[in-house]
Each structure stands twice: as structure tokens, then as C-alpha cells.
């Protein structure tokens, strides 16, 4: 049976899925069951963490974080891929006593985060890769006991999981599952990890002809690096692609002074703007740490590092009004752990914000999706520009 604890039990309960509140019924829950089955597994080895030790991947919405502390832990060092998910934690802390300053939050997922960790806790991520790339620098920065508790629903879960994490370290069990959860154990960092070379981030040097036209690139190719957590990998997707055919019907250099890749996943698009728009300012945002800092090495490695701005930021929250005469979006299609499409139309209303007047909003999405009435809502008059049974491509321009 689990033990109760008053403390935690207060802290979980006070938690909200921010920026909601918790009352929308089909909305998320700010606790799930991995948290509180992670909490269980490591309660023994939170009770007597010293600090440094203890450190949270993936929370959601900070039971982990907070949980963690609760449960005696001197101090926590988190990093969190998503931006929303670090600030609801943050929102989240102000509610508990004597939290806020016994946790540091860290952008970037390296040793900053991770030297030294005797016990890191993680959500586990639903793509192999960014499971492959945390496991491998936890096995390499971590200290040589440390213990990986990685926990996630059962119906997200495979065994090519406890496969992946066998690779970076020699011990991997799994715990019984508990409700529709279970978490997975490993420990004993293997010495190849220690030293031997990464797999993450992958470059490759991609030659499609949609991409190379849309970048002026007569000869070559663009080549793009990619974590394993950023969309699609080092390949082109097939809606990028498909948004990419449509550029010779894109604003003309003359008119362009600042383009925004929105979402930029690993920056392909920011490239492509920065080559065609030798004269503009290019912004990449993304609210993934994993893009934002592949779309920076993938515009250093296309040679337009000086003219390509990255932030790491929650559907475009913080980019300026009226500062974009184009913006090129294929919006994401889950919004965290749901699939929703909330962010796809907070980005729309992004978009209509930062557009200068007749400027256009260059946009591709699933057919299904029929997104046209609310583009014309959040930017202005919209075109269907091209179609085909799976993606569409509208131009909306900004009244
Ligand atoms: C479909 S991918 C497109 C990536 C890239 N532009 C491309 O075409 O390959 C959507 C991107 O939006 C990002 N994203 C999802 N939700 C977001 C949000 N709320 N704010 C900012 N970016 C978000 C994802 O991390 C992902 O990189």
C-alpha cells in the first residue's frame, strides 16, 4: 500500500493545470497518476537527498518538482522542453510555502542540469529520440550511482523504451504497473556513455527540391540539425514540404523587412527565409528547448546565424505588434499531452498581432482541420493557395 503523507498530499492538492484553472471538464489534470507513482518509487531516496542530487525532466505542471521537495529533498534542478510547462510550475510554486527557492530551472538539457544527479525523475517523453537523448546524457553527466526513475502511461508506452534506456545503462527494470501507469528504473550509466560519442544532436544535409528552390540554393543542399525532441527529426515533414511549393507566390524581397518562423521546430524555414530574404530580419520562436536550440545550430550550419533571432516562447506570446511583413506557420497539431488544437489558433491570434498591415500570414495544415474561418477571424481575408487530399496552404492577409 502507498503511505500518506499530509505534506505532499497538500502540495499535489493545491496544484492547477496553468493556465487553466481545472474547472474544464475535457481540460488536463495538474496531477496524474506517473507523478504520484514516480513520488512513491522515490520516496525513500527523497527523504534523505542531500543537495545537487535530485533533479526533474518533463513535469508537467510541477507535482514532480514540487512533490520532490515535499517529500524532503534539499533542492531540485529541473529542466522542462516546453516553455509553458516551466512557467506552470513557476505559477504553480508561488502556492507552496518556502518552495520557489529551493528549485533552479535550466533551459538547456547538459550538465548545468544534470552533473552529479543521484536521482533524476522523468516524465517520460513519447518520441524515442528525446527519449534517446535524455538517457544518454543522464548516463553521461550524472554521478556513477544514479538512479533513473522514468514513469508514463501504459498505452504510450513500449518495450523499445526499457530498450532505449538498456543502452545507456546496464540495470533497467520495470516497477508493477498502477493503474495505467508504470515507470521504469535504470541505473548503472554504461562507460561508453561516459565518454563515447552522442547521438544527439544528428545533422543531416537535405537536397529536396521544394526546399532548395524555395532557398534559392541552385546547387547543394541546406543542412539541419536536430535534438531528439525537435518535430520531424533531420528530415523535411510533408506540410513543410507542401508550404515550401508555394514560395514563388510569397510577399516579394522588396516588400519584406522582418519575417517570423513561428514554431520553428529545427529552423528550415527560418533558413529558407533568411536566404530569400537577404534583407530581412528573421525570428525563429518556438516554446521547445530542443527546437529553439536546434533551429540555432541549423542557421549556423546554413551561414545566416547573424540574421536569425531565436526565443523560446509560448505560441509568440512575446513578439511585438505590427513587426512582421511575413510569417510562415505550420502549427502543431498536440498541445502537450493532448492532442488539441489550442495552440495551433493561439498562434493564429499571434500572428494577426504582429503582422503590419497587408502583411501575410503563410500557413499549412491537415485538410481536415478546415482552419480557414479562423484565420480569417484572427488575421484577415484568407486563400486557399494550394490543396491536396491531405494539406492546405492559405495566405491570409492582415486588414
Ligand atoms: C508542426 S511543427 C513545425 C516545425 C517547423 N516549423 C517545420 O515546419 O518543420 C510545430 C512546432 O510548433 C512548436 N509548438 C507547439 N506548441 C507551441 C506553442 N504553444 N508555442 C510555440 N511553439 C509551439 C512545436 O514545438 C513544433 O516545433
Not at 511549393?245 to 527565409?273: E, F, H, M, N, Y
Not at 530580419?281 to 546554413?302: L, Y
Request: charged residues 25%; contains cysteine.
Amino acid at each position: 500500500m502507498t503511505p500518506t503523507d499530509p505534506g505532499l498530499d497538500a502540495v499535489l492538492g493545491s496544484l492547477v493545470p496553468w493556465p487553466d484553472d481545472g474547472s474544464r471538464a475535457d481540460g488536463p489534470v495538474a496531477v496524474d497518476a506517473t507523478d504520484r507513482l514516480l513520488l512513491d518509487e522515490a520516496r525513500d531516496r527523497l527523504a534523505t537527498a542531500g543537495p545537487g542530487d535530485v533533479v526533474v525532466l518533463g513535469d508537467r505542471f510541477g507535482a514532480l518538482t514540487l512533490g520532490a521537495l515535499a517529500l524532503g529533498a534539499a533542492d531540485v534542478r529541473v529542466h522542462t522542453d516546453a516553455v509553458d510547462a516551466e512557467r506552470a510550475l513557476l505559477a504553480n510554486a508561488e502556492g507552496v510555502d518556502r518552495a520557489r527557492d529551493r528549485f533552479s530551472v535550466h533551459t538547456a538539457l547538459g550538465p548545468d542540469v544534470l552533473a552529479g544527479a543521484r536521482t533524476v525523475l522523468l516524465q517520460l517523453p513519447k518520441s524515442l529520440a528525446e527519449l534517446t537523448e535524455v538517457a544518454e546524457l543522464v548516463a553521461r553527466h550524472a554521478a556513477g550511482d544514479v538512479v533513473l526513475l522514468a514513469g508514463g502511461r501504459l498505452k504510450h508506452m513500449s518495450r523499445t523504451m526499457n530498450e532505449v534506456l538498456g543502452a545507456s545503462f546496464a540495470d533497467v527494470r520495470a516497477t508493477l504497473a498502477r493503474g495505467k501507469s508504470r515507470a521504469l528504473v535504470a541505473a548503472g550509466p554504461r562507460a561508453e556513455r561516459r565518454d563515447g560519442p552522442l547521438t544527439y544532436p544528428v545533422t543531416a544535409r537535405l537536397a529536396d527540391r521544394e526546399l532548395l528552390a524555395a532557398a534559392r540554393i541552385v546547387d547543394g543542399g541546406v543542412d539541419v540539425v536536430a535534438h531528439g525532441a525537435a518535430f520531424a527529426g533531420a528530415s523535411l515533414d510533408h506540410g513543410t514540404r507542401f508550404l515550401l511549393s508555394t514560395a514563388d507566390r510569397w510577399p516579394p524581397a522588396d516588400r519584406v523587412r522582418d519575417a517570423v518562423d513561428l514554431g520553428s521546430g529545427t529552423g528550415l524555414l527560418a533558413v529558407v527565409l533568411a536566404r530569400r530574404y537577404p534583407d530581412a530580419r528573421v525570428v525563429a520562436t518556438d516554446r521547445s528547448a530542443a527546437a529553439v536550440a536546434s533551429t540555432r545550430a541549423t542557421a549556423a550550419a546554413g551561414g545566416v546565424a547573424d540574421r536569425v533571432i531565436t526565443t523560446r516562447d509560448d505560441a509568440g506570446g512575446g513578439l511585438p505588434g505590427a513587426s512582421a511583413d511575413v510569417v510562415l506557420l505550420n502549427p502543431p497539431f498536440h498541445d502537450r499531452a493532448a492532442v488539441r488544437t489550442d495552440a495551433a489558433h493561439r498562434m493564429f491570434a499571434t500572428a494577426g498581432r504582429v503582422l503590419r498591415p497587408g502583411g501575410e500570414l503563410w500557413c499549412v495544415f491537415n485538410t481536415r482541420l478546415r482552419y480557414r474561418p479562423a484565420l480569417e477571424r484572427a488575421v484577415g481575408p484568407t486563400e486557399h493557395v494550394a490543396q491536396d487530399p491531405r494539406f492546405t496552404v492559405t495566405r491570409s492577409v492582415r486588414g
